[in-house]
């Protein structure tokens, strides 16, 4: 009755092996099941033969005699200790790879800032959290591996009800998270982070824990933060500047991006442009210029050099605008083609009304005799001169710039001191001075010259300046010295016949001039003559 029960027993055990070998199909298995299979038939032989009368096949007495069991056993033991072996091998592969992949994740977490932690719901309670997870609140493992009321603590307060929100919620449907707030470290510090969570199924098939990362966006933020601020300052400065800028893709000579500013310039209103060609600007250049814009930039694109061009456009209304464009080419012309528009119709308008008053000052100078210089004080150099003061020192301009000596070596001998003193003491005194002496040119001539000359304040660490002009006054000195004479003898001549003369000003009521003839001939003297 005992050995049926066993025979039995090992009936079960086989029919168990062979299932999990069906189910499993590894070697082990079929070895162990091979090795069960041989103890049930040795088992069902030894308790037919002792409990039934009954003939037992030939080939079953064969197969559960003791020797051939005990061989086919040790062979299938000694495979089955091999593939154990081999598995066992392959196991601590495994497992050596899966401590190196942890360990990269980790590390990877570590400088990208992100933790993890698994979270039980049914208990309430953080059973996992890592290093990083913990150091991005600012506190050690075990004070963040606490439940969800003691971990809300850690957020700001005007995020907690919102956060804790997006939490029950997640709970509630077991659905995934993803939620943004602020978090308080112990040292007062504010960090923003990001947290996202799925849930996930234990072996029973209920969803109880849910495994999440938070990342620390405090740096993200104060860099997005600071390219906010920098565009809004760009888009201002562009606004308030006239230029604008674009981007364009040099591969496909499409653009990428396009300004408000640049809208602006041209006139139109802001339109969606990627994926537009660089022609869409051609519309806008006058026709005359737009042939010559358009090969500067086909041969930039072409050798993906930077170019500055200039060129007018012509906006809806009509306008007509100056513009100057720059461009460049970002990793050594391997990159994106970036360039900026600049309206510089107003400087294009005050070059023209600068040059015209430069003429028409020209101009004054010449008819009057008149030419201009510029001194710096403190190099003592001569830094400007116009062609007009050239022209009376009989020299070009380039022989009279640079050191004072170049133009004072040119002063009359007789007047070179005292111009040199004039010189000095209003550079010392900052008064401005006037004078007049003689010029000897090149060539001899001896030129009457009057100076004016004022020292302009500097700007704080700036050195002064000289600024002066100069006045030929040869045909006048000329005139009034042939005038003297002519009066001379004008003068002996009614001397000598007795004759004299007076020029009265009926608007004045008197007499304007006296000649001492006259005087002489009425008994009085010129000067009471002139008031009587």
Not at 41 to 54: E, K, L, N
Not at 383 to 400: Q, R, T, Y
Not at 471 to 486: C, F, G, H, M, P
Request: charged share 25%; with cysteine.
């Amino acid at each position: 009755m005992l050995l049926g029960l066993s025979a039995l027993i090992s009936l079960g055990v086989l029919s168990a092996a062979l299932v999990m070998a069906l189910r499993h199909r590894g070697l082990l298995i079929w070895c162990l099941a091979g090795l069960l299979a041989l103890i049930a038939v040795q088992s069902v032989v030894v308790a037919a033969g002792s409990s039934f009368d009954a003939a037992i096949p030939v080939w079953l007495i064969w197969i559960g005699k003791g020797e051939i069991v005990v061989v086919l056993s040790s062979a299938l033991s000694l495979l089955a200790i091999a593939v154990l072996m081999s598995a066992l091998n392959r196991q601590s592969r495994i497992e050596q790879q899966l401590a190196e992949r942890s360990a990269v994740l980790a590390a990877a977490q570590d400088i990208a800032g992100l933790g993890h932690y698994i979270y039980d719901d049914d208990v309430d309670d953080m059973v996992y959290c890592s290093e990083t997870f913990a150091a991005v609140y600012g506190r050690s493992q075990e004070e963040v591996q606490k439940s969800v009321s003691d971990t809300l603590q850690f957020i700001h307060p005007d995020d907690r009800e919102s956060a804790n929100a997006i939490f029950n919620e997640a709970s509630d449907n077991r659905s995934d998270y993803v939620v943004d707030y602020r978090i308080i470290r112990p040292d007062g510090e504010i960090r923003f982070v990001r947290e996202a969570g799925i849930y996930v199924e234990d072996r029973k098939g209920k969803t109880a824990r849910s495994i999440g990362t938070l990342l620390d966006l405090t740096d993200l933020r104060k860099t997005e933060d600071a390219l906010r601020e920098n565009t809004a300052a760009l888009h201002l400065a562009q606004t308030h500047a006239g230029f604008g800028h674009y981007v364009v893709d040099p591969e496909k000579k499409v653009m990428r991006h396009v300004s408000q500013s640049v809208f602006n310039i041209l006139g139109v209103e802001a339109r969606e442009v990627d994926g537009i060609g660089m022609d869409f600007f051609v519309e806008f250049i006058v026709e005359d210029d737009q042939q010559e814009a358009w090969d500067v930039y086909q041969r930039a694109i072409d050798a993906r050099r930077p170019f500055t061009m200039e060129y007018r456009i012509e906006r809806p209304t009509g306008e007509i605008l100056d513009i100057r464009e720059v461009c460049s080419f970002l990793d050594d012309g391997r990159g994106l083609q970036v360039g900026a528009m600049l309206d510089i119709t107003a400087i294009r308008q005050s070059e023209r009304e600068l040059e015209e008053n430069a003429w028409f000052l020209s101009t004054a100078q010449r008819i009057a005799g008149m030419g201009a210089y510029i001194f710096d004080d403190a190099e003592e150099q001569m830094v400007f001169v116009s062609s007009e003061f050239a022209e009376i020192h009989g020299l070009p301009e380039e022989k009279l710039l640079g050191a004072l000596d170049n133009a004072l070596e040119h002063v009359d001998p007789r007047d070179r001191d005292r111009v040199i003193e004039s010189h000095r003491e209003s550079i010392r005194t900052g008064d401005p001075y006037d004078m007049e002496y003689r010029l000897v040119r090149p060539d001899g001539e001896r030129r009457f010259v009057r100076e004016i000359g004022e020292v302009v304040a500097a700007k704080e660490g700036e050195p002064s300046r000289t600024i002066g002009a100069i006045l030929d006054l040869t045909e006048i000195r000329s005139a009034q010295a042939d005038l003297e004479k002519r009066q001379a003898i004008l003068a002996f001549a009614q001397r000598v016949g007795g004759i004299g003369h007076i020029v009265y000003d009926g608007a004045l009521d008197r007499a304007i001039e006296v000649s001492d003839v006259a005087a002489e001939i009425a008994g009085s003297s010129p000067e009471e003559m002139l008031v009587s």
